[in-house]
């Protein structure tokens, strides 16, 4: 209950009083006139005294019974607040005029300092323009005007929720609504925790997503993102009529260099071929894969014959240069390459991006059917290649 009304009430109650006593005694003159040998100044005297106690009775009464409903009006206000106090969310209650009728302590966890007693019965613009003052409000300083008629504009229109970033790495839901009366209610909810938790959750899918798509041992694509994106490269080259070549490149003799080193050794062998074959990569778009075992594959978008020839020579020679040992060899002191190499004018309608990796593989066993370590381009007989022809097998899909 608003305690500067309170005098105005106790002024009532005065008034009432004296309101009590004139008809006390106009009911004590009209009884002694009605009475014949009765002691006008007695009667009146002792109708007054009475009259006046009941005003005064009535007047305590009411008094007690204001005093009563102030200090349960006041419980009910401390109850309302303390309530509020206990919700997870910030609240804020604005009357009719926009002036701040109350707010709870959580909207000055969210925003440290936000309100304090002072600002109870303020206008939103004049504490606005406050804090705009102060430079409280970092998104608008440098355009504290323009700022300030947008957020007058939108004012009570949030009616859904809408998520804000603060300063600190942190976020809040924010809406309003309004009730019958014309008040206005806002409420801020801190989904800090929430946030984090699926930006790592992001962050999560998106690590699973590149395994998914990425050899583990070599850190190359595998052969599941490899045939992705050999089916989007094949669609947009046949758009563009543009050329699409492939290199499907083999370890030569890898199985002795395990069996002579180990498995281990192997390992580390895989991923220094692996990182042999990325330096050859020039062009955007192109693709370096592990197929399988010890084969890999390198998809050149826009690369005609010439390219995707002078791309195998450099795999050749800067493996060469790398010069990994490998004993077990029975045609060098060193680790090579066989290197099939196909290239091919996409036909969305007609061909197959199939048959580009056929024709590459049939010219990489070629190469290796001719002495191992150089490459071999693909002809017309390695794209009509039949089932019975021998071809190299890939390991299961990664």
Not at 211 to 222: G, R, Y
Request: net charge negative; aromatic share 8%.
């Amino acid at each position: 209950m608003n305690s500067a009304r309170t005098p105005y009430k106790l002024l009532w109650l005065v008034f009432l009083a004296l309101a009590l006593v004139f008809a006390s005694e106009t009911a004590a003159w009209w009884w002694d006139r009605q009475t014949p040998g009765a002691s006008p100044q007695r009667s009146l005297s002792w109708l007054g005294l009475g009259a006046g106690l009941f005003a005064l009775t009535v007047a305590a009464w009411l008094w007690l019974a204001l005093i009563r409903a102030k200090l349960a009006a006041r419980r009910i206000q401390q109850l309302l607040m303390s309530s509020l106090d206990t919700l997870d969310v910030g609240l804020e209650i604005w009357d009719e005029h926009d002036c701040l009728v109350l707010y709870n302590k959580k909207i000055n966890h969210i925003y440290s300092g936000f309100h304090t007693t002072a600002d109870i019965g303020q206008s939103f613009e004049a504490l606005v323009r406050a804090k705009l003052k102060r430079h409280a409000i970092p998104a608008a300083i440098g355009r504290e005007q323009e700022w300030l008629a947008q957020r007058l504009a939108s004012r009570g229109t949030h009616l859904a929720q809408s998520l804000k970033e603060l300063p600190d790495n942190r976020w809040v839901n924010f809406c309003e609504t309004r009730t019958p009366e014309g008040y206005l209610v806002a409420v801020w909810v801190d989904v800090t925790e929430l946030m984090r938790k699926e930006r790592v959750l992001e962050a999560s899918n998106q690590r699973l997503a590149q395994q998914t798509q990425m050899d583990e041992l070599t850190s190359l694509a595998n052969r599941r993102h490899f045939y992705q994106a050999l089916t989007s490269e094949w669609q947009r080259a046949a758009r563009s009529s543009t050329p699409l070549g492939l290199l499907m490149v083999d370890i030569d003799h890898f199985k002795n260099y395990n069996d002579h080193y180990g498995h281990l050794a192997g390992d580390e062998c895989l991923r220094r071929v692996a990182s042999v074959l990325n330096q050859c990569v020039r062009r955007a778009g192109e693709l370096v894969a592990r197929y399988g075992g010890e084969e890999f594959v390198l998809l050149m978008p826009g690369a005609d014959m010439a390219d995707a020839c002078e791309t195998a020579q450099m795999c050749l020679d800067l493996m060469h240069k790398e010069g990994i040992a490998h004993a077990a060899s029975p045609i060098g002191a060193q680790v090579t390459l066989s290197i099939g190499v196909a290239c091919a004018l996409p036909d969305a309608v007609q061909d197959d991006p199939a048959g580009l990796v056929n024709a590459a593989d049939a010219a990489m066993y070629r190469a290796k059917s001719s002495g191992r370590a150089h490459f071999e381009v693909a002809g017309q007989a390695d794209w009509e290649i039949d089932k019975d022809t021998p071809r190299s097998q890939p390991s299961p899909l990664l």
